[in-house]
C-alpha cells in the first residue's frame, strides 16, 4: 500500500473517528484515499483555521487524539490559530500537512516553508516524512507524544511521499499511559495542613472533572466552599450548598467574600490561577498530575499525583477532623448571596428592552438538557455565561488560555459530530461568528442539529469595555453587521431573530425543541459588564 492509504489505515486501527481538513494540492494523494474508505470521516471545512478549532475541541471534550489535516505553504500556516489553542489548552491534536515535493525542499518553490520551524513553539513533536519508509515510526511516535505530553503533533508529508509504496506495518493500539503516582511525604504533608484549616476553599479545574464526585465529599468533610472556574462549571451542580461560583473576572463577588477570610486554598486540577484574584498571604495547596502545571508561589505545597489517588487518602484522614460549623455556615450564607447574584437584573427587565445579557444566560439555563455541551466563542458573553448561567451537568467547551475569536462555532460542529446524542449549544458574539461565518456551510453540510445563539450588540463587547476600563475611548470596537438570519437561511439554515427580552425564552424552547440547525440572532443591550476586580476587598497577589 502507499503512504497516503497507510496513513488511513493506522488512523483507523488507533481509533480516529474524523480528520477535520481542507483540500489542497499537497495532500490529493490522501485525500484520494480517504475518499476510498467509511472507517475514517473526512470533514469539509471551509477555513483550516476552523478545521483545526474543530480538533482541538474533539479532543477536548473525549480526550483522546484528534486529526486535521491542510495543504502546505498557506493551508500549513491557516491552521496554525486552532492549533495554538490545542497547544495552551493541553489537548492532543496531530496536524497532518502537504509539503513540496522532496527534491524541491529547501528551495524557492511556490509555497514552500519550513514547517517544523513555524510549529516548533506550539508542538510536543514535529517532523518531515521525505521517505515513505520513515512514516510508520513518525505516525506513532506522534501519537504517543501527544497521548503522553497532552499537546499538538505535527507531520508534514512531502507531496511526492504520499503516493510512493511504504514498507510501513499497521500497528495495533497505542500502549496505555499510567496514571502519576503521587509522593508519599508531599500527599500526608498536605492532609496534616488540611486537617489544621480553620476556613478553607477548594477551586476546581478542568482536571478535576473526572474525580467531582470526591471533591464534594472532599469539601463536605471540610466544610468548605468550592470555587468552580470555567472548565470545572457543570462538574458539580451549582445548587449544591458549598458552592460559590467562579474565580476572576467570571466570578461571583461571593468568592471574593470567601476568600478574604479564608485561611488555605486548594486547587484541585486547575492550571489557571488569577493572581489579581488570591490574597496575598493566603495558603495554597495544588494537586495535578503534571508538575509543569505547578503555580509558582512562595505559600504553595505541591502535589504531583492524579487526583483519583490523593482525594481518597484525604477523605480517610479527614474522619478524625473536627466539624467546622461556624465556617460551613459562613459558607452556605455566601451561597445564598452567590445565587442571586445576577438574577434580580434578569428578572427586573423591562420586556420590550433589547435582551440583557445575562438574561440570555439564565434563559439558557432553563431550557438546555442536564448533559447539554454549551460550546462558547470568545467575548463579554463569556464572562457572563461564568457569572449567570447557573449549570447542573452542562459541559462548557471553551478557548481557554488562548482566548481565541471565532471558536464557537467550529466547536460545537465537533461536538454534534462526536456526541450526536448530546443536545449541543453555540453562544457567540456577532464579532466571534463573523470570524468563521463560512463554518455555517460546514455545519449545513454535515446536517449537525446545534442551536447558534448570537449575542449581536453591534461591537467588540470585551474589548470596548476593557478600552473605556484603561481610560481610552473605544475605537475600532464598533461592528456593521449583516442580517445573520438572512445569512442563516441562504446557508438552508432556519433563523429566528430575537429584539426583546419576552421573546426570548420562547424562541429559545423552540430553537433547542425543532433539534435542527437553528440561528437565534438575539439583539442584545450594549456591554454593560461591571469590573470584578474593582470588587476585592483583599490585598490580592498582583
Not at 472548565?231 to 468568592?255: M, P
Not at 493566603?282 to 512562595?298: E, P
Request: aromatic share 6%; charged share 20%; glycine share 8%.
Amino acid at each position: 500500500m502507499n503512504v497516503a492509504q497507510y496513513v488511513t489505515k493506522q488512523l483507523a486501527a488507533w481509533g480516529v473517528k474524523r480528520v477535520y481538513g481542507v483540500a489542497g494540492d499537497g495532500i490529493f494523494a490522501w485525500l484520494d484515499a480517504l475518499g476510498k474508505q467509511t472507517e475514517v470521516q473526512y470533514i469539509s471545512c471551509r477555513h483550516e483555521s476552523a478545521a483545526a478549532m474543530m480538533a482541538s475541541a474533539e479532543a477536548k471534550l473525549t480526550g483522546e487524539p484528534t486529526v486535521c489535516a491542510a495543504t502546505m505553504g498557506p493551508g500549513f500556516v491557516n491552521l496554525l490559530n486552532g492549533l495554538a489553542d490545542a497547544h495552551t489548552d493541553r489537548a492532543p491534536v496531530i496536524a497532518i500537512t502537504g509539503q513540496v515535493e522532496t527534491y524541491k525542499l529547501g528551495g524557492g518553490y511556490k509555497q514552500f516553508i519550513a514547517q517544523e520551524d513555524m510549529i516548533r513553539p506550539i508542538s510536543v513533536y514535529q517532523t518531515t516524512v521525505s521517505h515513505p519508509d520513515a512514516v510508520g515510526e513518525a505516525l506513532h511516535r506522534a501519537f504517543v507524544s501527544v497521548a503522553e505530553q497532552k499537546g499538538v503533533a505535527h507531520l508534514a508529508i512531502c507531496k511526492d511521499v504520499f503516493a510512493q509504496k511504504t514498507k510501513a506495518v499497521v500497528l495495533p493500539p497505542l500502549p496505555h499511559i499510567p496514571r502519576v503516582l503521587g509522593d508519599r511525604v508531599e500527599i500526608e504533608s498536605a492532609a496534616e495542613r488540611l486537617m489544621r484549616a480553620k476556613a478553607p476553599l477548594l477551586l476546581l479545574g478542568a482536571g478535576a472533572r473526572p474525580a467531582a464526585g470526591l471533591c464534594v465529599q472532599l469539601a463536605e468533610q471540610l466544610g468548605a466552599g468550592m470555587l468552580l472556574s470555567l472548565g470545572a462549571k457543570g462538574a458539580i451542580d451549582e445548587s449544591h450548598r458549598l458552592v460559590l461560583g467562579g474565580l476572576g473576572e467570571g466570578g461571583s463577588e461571593a468568592a471574593l467574600h470567601a476568600l478574604n477570610k479564608a485561611d488555605l486554598l486548594v486547587i484541585l486540577g486547575a492550571s489557571w490561577f488569577p493572581k489579581a484574584f488570591i490574597p496575598k498571604q493566603l495558603s495554597i495547596i495544588q494537586v495535578d498530575h503534571a508538575a509543569r502545571s505547578m503555580h509558582a508561589h512562595a505559600q504553595l505545597l505541591p502535589v504531583t499525583a492524579d487526583l483519583l489517588d490523593v482525594l481518597p487518602m484525604w477523605c480517610r484522614r479527614l474522619k478524625t477532623r473536627p466539624a467546622g460549623d461556624a465556617w460551613e455556615k459562613r459558607i452556605e450564607n455566601w451561597h445564598a448571596q452567590f445565587w442571586a447574584e445576577n438574577g434580580e437584573g434578569s428578572q427586573a427587565q423591562p420586556p420590550d428592552e433589547a435582551v440583557r445579557p445575562e438574561g440570555v444566560m439564565h434563559a439558557l439555563a432553563q431550557v438546555v438538557a442536564d448533559d447539554a455541551i454549551m460550546a462558547l466563542d470568545t467575548g463579554e458573553h463569556t464572562v457572563w455565561f461564568n457569572r449567570a448561567f447557573r449549570a447542573s451537568r452542562q459541559l462548557p467547551l471553551f478557548s481557554g488560555k488562548w482566548r481565541t475569536m471565532g471558536f464557537g462555532l467550529p466547536a460545537a460542529i465537533a461536538a454534534k459530530l462526536a456526541f450526536p446524542e448530546r443536545q449541543v449549544v453555540c453562544i457567540t458574539g456577532d464579532g466571534g461568528l463573523q470570524m468563521s461565518l463560512a463554518e455555517l456551510m460546514t455545519a449545513a453540510e454535515q446536517q449537525v442539529a446545534i442551536t447558534v445563539v448570537v449575542m449581536n450588540n453591534r461591537t467588540l463587547g470585551l474589548e470596548e469595555l476593557k478600552m473605556k476600563q484603561e481610560g481610552f475611548r473605544p475605537f475600532g470596537v464598533q461592528l456593521s453587521n449583516p442580517d445573520f438570519g438572512l445569512w442563516a437561511r441562504a446557508c438552508g439554515v432556519d433563523s429566528q431573530t430575537v429584539r426583546t427580552g419576552s421573546a426570548l425564552e420562547p424562541a429559545l424552547r423552540q430553537a433547542i425543541a425543532d433539534q435542527r440547525l437553528t440561528v437565534l440572532d438575539v439583539h442584545c443591550t450594549a456591554p454593560t459588564l461591571p469590573a470584578r476586580k474593582k470588587q476585592i476587598p483583599f490585598q490580592a497577589q498582583a
